[in-house]
């Protein structure tokens, strides 16, 4: 006679889990894949005994969870070591590719509103700058983007210097936007039951949806146990259809993320629009437990499709298991960009205000290395781009893929350098020699250039100038520059605060008060409040 199961305990579960071999996850996340009545599928290789443990026609039948942080934090974060200080003499050319994403500061947000610092390895300080717009200047050339550079004297370190790179692309308007063929693929497994998951996807959707026009185009692709297609390619003009399909997406079974993304390139390749966007939003917390589950193997995939001219861009959500290395890179292998959404705000901000940055791009596979004088630069050190850096003889390589920017973004980039004759981070060498100068050699810092393709081109655009110099004092640079300069220096002091010498959080904190205007959303005050948090949980004693 056979025993259907109806409720069974998690710890039991657990405990079956681990006879097949399978990694124990937190209970929050195993409730949540077993929250809809489902038939519980045995891997292949269990034995009869555990069959017979749980019948093939049983089912679980356990309550929704409520969202809350699982005590089992299984979430996953790449390694981020803080890039190293070199010396011109040994190395004067750094080298790295360019970084739209923002998903860290969101991500590193959501801790904070928790009430617990995030971990280091969730910090990368570019992603916190590149956060916010900065008004920066226009372009006015042939160029599809700005080059600007300011360099200030450090509130880090006694006579060391900071040199600004800015980089501002051209913006374009809803009505300027070539048509766009668009697959929204949508993790509905059960770990995406919870309010901060599925509802906020679904939310996030329903504001793209109202930006798009007639000549849009479409795809809505679901998967857990396995992959459906939900809606054909449907026209913008239909929200409503579209709306509908959005509104009725439930979450519930395993998440085999891999044949979903092969289907949503097949897809998209079926109408891709030749001079249009053809893109791909992926909507998931990461969790990938079916099918192939390998890092590397997944990101190769990607990286092989986005030579068909279809880029992937990656929507985080949800806490306790949430996968931030592998969203963070897909988008970069995607050629797409990585967000992370917690809340409906930062929904509305990615995908309606950024609506043209998230889906036009206007220049691929930028790079930029700068070459820094040894007659005028005894040291230098990169701020943040820890997982972006390049090997100098790549950045004249067309064949090596870097970051690409999208219409209205702006680029941020910081270098902290020690002048010539100045006391350093390293020891002197004993026989370093000294170089005879000319005037003209010590009239400049460094020398930045960056090297882009234009959308769908193979040749890349060589774009250089110089960086002069001599510095003004913090107080006298402009806003946008001190409160980046804030900003990095949060990024580092959450971190450990290694290179932020004697800037602490009150400094960090008054910085970014005085810099705080123009605020449009509100977003500088907002960055404020959060530093205030850090601050308070950086004081707390376990």
């Known amino acids: 006679m056979q025993?259907?199961?109806?409720?069974?305990?998690?710890?039991?579960?657990?405990?079956?889990?681990?006879?097949?071999?399978?990694?124990?996850?937190?209970?929050?996340?195993l409730a949540a894949e077993v929250a809809m009545p489902v038939p519980l599928a045995m891997p292949s290789h269990v034995g009869d005994s555990a069959r017979k443990m749980i019948?093939?026609?049983?089912?679980?039948?356990?309550?929704?969870?409520?969202?809350?942080?699982?005590?089992?934090?299984?979430?996953k974060y790449q390694k981020n070591e803080v890039n190293a200080v070199f010396s011109v003499a040994d190395q004067a050319v750094s080298t790295f590719s360019i970084d739209v994403d923002t998903g860290s500061y969101s991500n590193t947000r959501r801790y904070l509103n928790d009430g617990r610092l995030p971990p280091v390895d969730a910090i990368r300080a570019e992603e916190m700058m590149n956060y916010f717009d900065y008004h920066y200047p226009q372009p006015n050339s042939i160029h599809p983007f700005s080059v600007s550079t300011e360099t200030v004297d450090s509130p880090w370190k006694e006579r060391a210097k900071l040199i600004k790179i800015a980089i501002q692309a051209k913006d374009l308007n809803t009505k300027q936007l070539p048509p766009a063929n668009l697959v929204f693929l949508v993790d509905v497994s059960g770990s995406m039951n919870a309010d901060?998951?599925?509802?906020?996807?679904?939310?996030?959707?329903?504001?793209?949806?109202?930006?798009?026009?007639?000549?849009?185009?479409?795809?809505?692709?679901?998967?857990?146990?396995?992959?459906?297609?939900?809606?054909?390619?449907?026209?913008?003009?239909?929200?409503?259809?579209?709306?509908?399909?959005?509104?009725?997406?439930?979450?519930?079974?395993?998440?085999?993320?891999?044949?979903?993304?092969?289907?949503?390139?097949?897809?998209?390749?079926?109408?891709?629009?030749?001079?249009?966007?053809?893109?791909?939003?992926l909507a998931t917390d990461g969790d990938f437990n079916v099918g192939i589950t390998d890092f590397n193997t997944l990101k190769g995939m990607v990286a092989e499709k986005r030579k068909s001219g279809i880029s992937l861009t990656t929507l985080g959500y949800g806490t306790g298991n949430y996968n931030e290395q592998l969203m963070e890179q897909l988008a970069d292998a995607g050629d797409g960009h990585y967000s992370y959404i917690d809340n409906k705000n930062e929904a509305k901000k990615v995908v309606q205000r950024q609506l043209s940055s998230t889906l036009a791009t206007v220049a691929q596979d930028v790079k930029i290395q700068v070459e820094f004088n040894p007659a005028t630069v005894k040291e230098y050190r990169l701020v943040g781009y820890e997982n972006r850096m390049l090997k100098q003889e790549d950045f004249n390589?067309?064949?090596?893929?870097?970051?690409?920017?999208?219409?209205?973004?702006?680029?941020?980039?910081?270098?902290?350098?020690?002048?010539?004759?100045?006391?350093?981070?390293?020891?002197?060498?004993?026989?370093?020699?000294?170089?005879?100068?000319?005037?003209?050699?010590?009239?400049?810092?460094?020398?930045?250039?960056?090297?882009?393709?234009?959308?769908?081109?193979?040749?890349?655009?060589?774009?250089?100038?110089?960086?002069?110099?001599?510095?003004?004092?913090?107080?006298?640079?402009?806003?946008?520059?001190?409160?980046?300069?804030?900003?990095?220096?949060?990024?580092?002091?959450?971190?450990?605060?290694q290179y932020n010498g004697a800037m602490g959080w009150d400094q960090i904190i008054q910085l970014a008060q005085q810099s705080a205007k123009p605020d449009a959303y509100q977003l500088r005050e907002e960055f404020v409040d959060l530093a205030k948090i850090a601050k308070s949980l950086s004081a707390k004693k376990d």
């Open 3 to 29: 025993h259907s199961i109806k409720i069974l305990s998690l710890s039991v579960l657990s405990v079956m889990l681990m006879a097949c071999g399978n990694p124990i996850k937190s209970q929050h996340h």
């Open 55 to 75: 019948a093939p026609a049983s089912y679980i039948a356990m309550p929704a969870p409520e969202a809350q942080v699982s005590p089992y934090n299984t979430e």
């Open 196 to 281: 901060d998951k599925l509802p906020l996807v679904k939310q996030t959707l329903r504001v793209l949806t109202e930006q798009l026009r007639a000549q849009d185009k479409v795809t809505i692709i679901t998967y857990a146990n396995g992959e459906k297609l939900v809606l054909e390619p449907t026209s913008g003009a239909q929200k409503d259809k579209i709306l509908s399909v959005i509104n009725a997406l439930q979450a519930g079974g395993a998440t085999a993320g891999e044949q979903a993304i092969q289907l949503a390139y097949k897809q998209a390749e079926k109408v891709f629009m030749k001079n249009g966007i053809n893109r791909i939003l």
């Open 397 to 497: 390589n067309d064949k090596v893929d870097a970051g690409d920017i999208g219409a209205g973004h702006n680029v941020t980039a910081l270098y902290e350098i020690i002048p010539v004759g100045q006391q350093g981070w390293l020891n002197d060498s004993r026989y370093q020699a000294a170089t005879k100068t000319t005037a003209a050699q010590k009239s400049e810092y460094a020398y930045v250039n960056l090297r882009y393709k234009l959308p769908n081109q193979e040749n890349s655009i060589l774009l250089s100038q110089a960086v002069q110099a001599g510095s003004k004092p913090l107080a006298q640079a402009n806003n946008d520059t001190r409160f980046a300069i804030a900003v990095a220096a949060y990024a580092q002091q959450l971190k450990g605060g």
